[in-house]
């Protein structure tokens, strides 16, 4: 059983910054990538970016190249999001994700935090 806990999110003025945190337990041995999602009141869940758990290789949406970076420290299960000059397009609930060897969906998720960029 593997459960993800998501931190770090709050309430951040436009151009502001934070960094979200992933904490992973349980057998993590089987994953492939972590990655995060945002979902927006009234919208659909969408791909922010993700990282191999082997290689560090990452990718990201459109939408946050040049602002938004994701990282990783496997010896403490963590997957980081910072976040900077963010707009009040960002605000939305962040969600951690984990995909596993073999499967091209994630399946594991965190129960979310909630970031709101103030304009």
């Known amino acids: 059983q593997v459960q993800l806990v998501e931190s770090g999110g709050g309430l951040v003025q436009a151009e502001g910054s934070l960094r979200l945190s992933c904490a992973a337990s349980?057998?993590?041995?089987?994953?492939?990538?972590m990655g995060w999602f945002r979902q927006a009141p009234g919208k659909e869940r969408d791909f922010v970016a993700s990282?191999?758990?082997?290689?560090?290789?990452?990718n990201y949406a459109e939408s946050v190249k040049g602002r938004f970076t994701i990282s990783r420290d496997n010896a403490k299960n963590t997957v980081y999001l910072q976040m900077n000059s963010l707009k009040p397009e960002d605000t939305a609930v962040y969600y951690c994700?984990?995909?596993?060897?073999?499967?091209?969906?994630?399946?594991?998720w965190g129960q979310g935090t909630q970031v709101i960029v103030s304009s």
């Open positions: 990282i191999d758990q082997s290689g560090g290789r990452s």
């Open positions: 349980g057998r993590t041995f089987f994953f492939a990538a």
């Open positions: 994700a984990a995909r596993y060897l073999g499967d091209t969906k994630y399946t594991s």
